[in-house]
Each structure stands twice: as structure tokens, then as C-alpha cells.
């Protein structure tokens, strides 16, 4: 009995640990990424309907900037969050724009089912280059860039973007929640 606690303590402090060195070298990512404090750089894509958006539309307001993709379930995971945010703060000079590195076909009828309410424009393959461009290196999805209304990108994510996360880098450039 007496080693079965043991164990089961050595276990949670091995998961414990592992999780705060989770949450420590996603943090230092965020802020060790070379393109913090670089101008965004300049595209335009079509999005779902073939119209040519380009990021310049959205200069004067604080942008998420999304790459994502339909066959990436941690990507599908935080768009309904996105959704929520983008309901309950877009007046408040914010805007999600999603660049979706996929067919278009599938962007469009995944769009249409969980009702999509911010701008998604297909990138396809040229969206990884594009994505490099925005910092990521690597090439993981979802990958996500914070656009101050200057124009100079403030924050990048790698991987799933949890809604509080969201809502903390939100309210840290002045959206009221």
C-alpha cells in the first residue's frame, strides 16, 4: 500500500512538472520570437468566395491573425472561442482573420457549419511560406500572431490558443471585458 502512494505521488509530480514546463517554454516562445515588435508583413488572399481581402483593411485595429487548417483538430478545437471573441469584443476595434492553409471547399463548408463571423482567407501551400513570414518556423498549426493597431506584431502562439490566454493578451491592449 505504502508504495502505491508513492507512485501515485511520483506521478503527479512528474505530471505537474511536465505541465509548468509546458506552460514556461510556451510563454518564453511567445516573447523570444524574433518578429515581436517587427511592422506585420503586407499580403492579400482570397478568401472562401474567391475575393481578394488584404491584411492592410484591418490596419488601425488590434488583429488576431489565424493559420489554420479543417483536418487539424486542435486548429478546430479553439475556432469556436475565436467565434466568441470575435462576437463579443469586434466593436471594441478588434478583428480575427483566419488564413486557412486548406482547400476551398473544405473551408467553406466548415465555415457554413460552426458559422464562421470573422474574414477566412484560403492560403493553401503558400499560406506555410506566408506563415514563416509571421514567425513560425516550424511550420505547426494553429499558429496565431497578434497585430497591434500599429501595425507591429506583439505576441505569436504556437499551437492551440486557449480563450483565456486570448482574453489576457486582449484586455493587455486595452479591450475592455
Request: charged share 20%; net charge negative; aromatic share 10%.
Amino acid at each position: 500500500m505504502k508504495k502505491t502512494i508513492i507512485f501515485i505521488l511520483l506521478l503527479v509530480l512528474a505530471g505537474g512538472s511536465g505541465f509548468a514546463m509546458h506552460r514556461y517554454l510556451n510563454q518564453q516562445k511567445d516573447s523570444a520570437n524574433p518578429i515581436i515588435g517587427q511592422p506585420r508583413p503586407e499580403f492579400a488572399a482570397p478568401d472562401a468566395d474567391g475575393d481578394y481581402q488584404n491584411i492592410k483593411q484591418w490596419d488601425g485595429k488590434l488583429v488576431l491573425l489565424n493559420f489554420w487548417a479543417t483536418w487539424c483538430p486542435p486548429c478546430k478545437h479553439e475556432i469556436p472561442a475565436f467565434i466568441e471573441l470575435q462576437q463579443a469584443y469586434g466593436e471594441q476595434n478588434f478583428q480575427i482573420v483566419g488564413l486557412a492553409i486548406d482547400d476551398e471547399d473544405a473551408v467553406k463548408e466548415y465555415a457554413e457549419q460552426i458559422g464562421l463571423n470573422y474574414p477566412t482567407m484560403v492560403v493553401q501551400q503558400a499560406g506555410v511560406e506566408l506563415a514563416s513570414r509571421y514567425g513560425n518556423t516550424t511550420g505547426a498549426l494553429p499558429y496565431t500572431v497578434i497585430i497591434s493597431p500599429d501595425g507591429k506584431i506583439s505576441h505569436t502562439i504556437t499551437g492551440e490558443l486557449s480563450k483565456k490566454r486570448a482574453m489576457e493578451i486582449l484586455e493587455a491592449h486595452g479591450i475592455n471585458l
